[in-house]
T-cell receptor, first 111, second 115 residues
Framework: QKEVEQDPGPLSVPEGAIVSLNCTYSNSAFQYFMWYRQYSRKGPELLMY????GNKEDGRFTAQVDKSSKYISLFIRDSQPSDSATYLCAMKSGGSYIPTFGRGTSLIVHP | EADIYQTPRYLVIGTGKKITLECSQT?????MYWYQQDPGMELHLIHY???????EKGDLSSESTVSRIRTEHFPLTLESARPSHTSQYLC??????????????FGQGTRLTVV
């Protein structure tokens, strides 16, 4: 079993939909959780960075962490075609330099 | 926007050639990383560095080598390229901030094709 599981998709939604992207993990030591967006042929760019459990909101994006269930989510409200990309979750334990990445979920938002 | 740069962006090279992929960051980060990523697959860590003169191998076995002579520069070298090295190579950096390792910032990547 991989430490971080993420459904590769693709997930196809209409413009304006609410998108839910998820990751599960097995390492209870993970404390820092990140979501990256990666457009085709580009490097990942950081979207959200959260510590421990709870929610964090930034514009149309909300990151949610449930440590008791070892489950994290990224919600995108009012999705746009420009949101079409691969979304990677990443997480690491306190004091660790090296994040563990999920394989990414491909999101397609069609007009 | 992260100030981490990779060159070249695209490279097609023949088997057996020696190549160096360049990575530079202007953020003063002490931690730097090289990842390999195939289409639709996970990022695999191949090398990382805690700081100048510090390099470590990552989880993925790699025939490449790295050096860290200056904080801002972390080149990756393949002594003899093979078709199996065809992939996207991503460089990243991060730092310690008040006892916490910050998130990693990535470059745009180098897409390498070995023919």
């Amino acid at each position: 079993q991989k430490e971080v599981e993420q459904d590769p998709g693709p997930l196809s939604v209409p413009e304006g939909a609410i998108v839910s992207l998820n990751c599960t993990y097995s390492n209870s030591a993970f404390q820092y959780f990140m979501w990256y967006r990666q457009y085709s042929r580009k490097g990942p760019e950081l979207l959200m960075y959260t510590y421990s459990s709870g929610n964090k909101e930034d514009g149309r994006f909300t990151a949610q962490v449930d440590k008791s269930s070892k489950y994290i989510s990224l919600f995108i409200r009012d999705s746009q075609p420009s949101d079409s990309a691969t979304y990677l979750c990443a997480m690491k334990s306190g004091g660790s330099y090296i994040p563990t990445f999920g394989r990414g979920t491909s999101l397609i938002v069609h007009p | 926007e992260a100030d981490i740069y990779q060159t070249p962006r695209y490279l097609v090279i023949g088997t057996g050639k020696k190549i160096t992929l360049e990575c530079s960051q202007t953020m003063g980060h002490d931690k730097m990383y090289w990842y390999q990523q195939d289409p639709g697959m996970e990022l695999h860590l191949i090398h990382y560095s805690y700081g100048v003169n510090s390099t470590e191998k990552g989880d993925l076995s790699s025939e490449s080598t790295v050096s860290r002579i200056r904080t801002e520069h972390f080149p990756l070298t393949l002594e003899s390229a093979r078709p199996s090295h065809t992939s996207q190579y991503l460089c990243a950096s991060s730092e310690w901030d008040r006892g916490v390792n910050t998130e990693a910032f990535f470059g745009q990547g180098t897409r390498l094709t070995v023919v």
